[in-house]
Each structure stands twice: as structure tokens, then as C-alpha cells.
């Protein structure tokens, strides 16, 4: 149980170009998601948590108007990355919690990788 | 702010060589401390969550344990198949009390 799916599991955009990131949690309904960013030899940096039917709440330093979150149902989240650049290229990995935010566990994607050229 | 620091960065064992990973933390108010395993090109994968200091959780040839300051994540008689790299992550009660705030992590390589 507690299967959390990414599409696409790897992209490759041309610079000023947006590309969508699906994540979706199979077998449970997610009440919050999570989108992070992973550099290599880094660790997870959480950029935005979103619940469902709600704004997402982004990090200090994150762009919310680059880095688009949309939670339309209890089993769907999206990232879309805006006119993406080379320096947006990371491993994006999302996450879902079963219960209450503050005290559920998190259950991790297979992460995307994208490149921007 | 959370903090979380993670040694060795690097370890690597003979297979059946026990040895522990070390994960110290700073956190307002701990709700849970996670281990995950993430292997690479993947995304982590849910190990154990210790919630008070005393605490000891166990899987296979893993077994984490809780310090108010500390959490060990010990490996037994280690296989190559328990290569990977192993994160280590807090959950605080101040103000935003659903982040998880992860350190670097430690990889381990396990050779046969």
C-alpha cells in the first residue's frame, strides 16, 4: 500500500519552455502533497506543500509564479515548471500524506528528472 | 530553524560487517524522526518513523533508535543489496509543523 507515481520519470525542455509534472498516490487519498527538488549529493529541499482544493504553501526562496501547483483532486497533484531555464534542472520528487500533515508519514514518488537545454 | 546532520557521508562495509549510521538533530518541539532509503535515480523510500527518545524501531537487519539528540540507524550482517543511500529526517512543532527537514545522507556501499 502507500504507492505514489510520477509522469514523466524523465524530461528534456528547450530553455523558456514550460513542462508539467504529474504525481499521483494509487491507493490512498492524499488530504497533503509535497513537491521537493534534489540536487546531485544534496539533500531534498522542499519547495511547496499543497492541499486539496487549496493554494499551495511555497517555501521561502521558491517562485511561485515559475513553479505552478495545482491539487485539483485527493489523488493528483501537478508541477508545472515555467518558462524553465538550465539552472531548473534537478530531480523533482513529490510526496503524498495519508493523515494530518503534521503528523502523517510521507510516502515519495520515483522522482523526474528534468534537463532544460 | 531545523537542522539535521548526517555521518559518515560515505560508508563502505564487507558484506556481514555491522556498523552504524549517525544522524544528529535540532528541532523545536520533535514530532517524529524519519529514516528513509533512496536509491539512486529513485525517489526515498519509508524506512521507520521514532517518535520519543527511547524508542526502537526494527526491519530485517536494520534498527533505529532515539536520542533526544541523536538517532542511530544500525545494520547487521549487511548484504550488497542494502547499498544505497540512507536519509535521515525531522519533523518539528514549530511553526510549520508538516515539513520535513532531511539531511544529506549518508551512502553506503556494501561489497561482497
Known amino acids: 500500500g502507500a504507492v505514489v507515481s510520477q509522469h514523466p520519470s524523465w524530461v528534456i525542455c528547450k530553455s523558456g519552455t514550460s513542462v508539467k509534472i504529474e504525481c499521483r498516490s494509487l491507493d490512498f487519498q492524499a488530504t497533503t502533497m509535497f513537491w521537493y527538488r534534489q540536487f546531485p549529493k544534496q539533500s531534498l529541499m522542499l519547495m511547496a506543500t499543497s492541499n486539496e482544493g487549496s493554494k499551495a504553501t511555497y517555501e521561502q526562496g521558491v517562485e511561485k509564479d515559475k513553479f505552478l501547483i495545482n491539487h485539483a483532486s485527493l489523488t493528483l497533484s501537478t508541477l508545472t515548471v515555467t518558462s524553465a531555464h538550465p539552472e531548473d534542472s534537478s530531480f523533482y520528487i513529490c510526496?503524498?500524506?495519508?493523515?494530518?500533515?503534521?503528523?502523517?508519514?510521507?510516502?515519495f514518488g520515483p522522482g523526474t528528472r528534468l534537463t532544460v537545454t | 530553524e531545523d537542522q539535521v546532520t548526517q555521518s559518515p557521508e560515505a560508508l563502505r562495509l564487507q558484506e556481514g560487517e555491522s556498523s552504524s549510521l549517525n544522524c544528529s538533530y535540532t528541532?523545536?518541539?520533535?514530532?517524529?524522526l524519519f529514516w528513509y532509503r533512496q536509491d539512486p535515480g529513485k525517489g526515498p523510500e519509508f524506512l521507520f518513523t521514532l517518535y520519543s527518545a527511547g524508542e526502537e524501531k526494527e526491519k530485517e537487519r536494520l534498527k533505529a533508535t532515539l536520542t533526544k539528540k541523536e538517532s542511530f540507524l544500525h545494520i547487521t550482517a549487511p548484504k550488497p543489496e542494502d547499498s544505497a543511500t540512507y536519509l535521515c529526517a525531522v519533523q518539528g512543532g514549530g511553526g510549520s509543523n508538516y515539513k520535513l527537514t532531511f539531511g544529506k545522507g549518508t551512502l553506503l556501499t556494501v561489497n561482497p
Open positions: 528541532v523545536s518541539g520533535l514530532r517524529g
Open positions: 510526496s503524498a500524506s495519508q493523515g494530518l500533515a503534521a503528523f502523517g508519514e510521507q510516502y
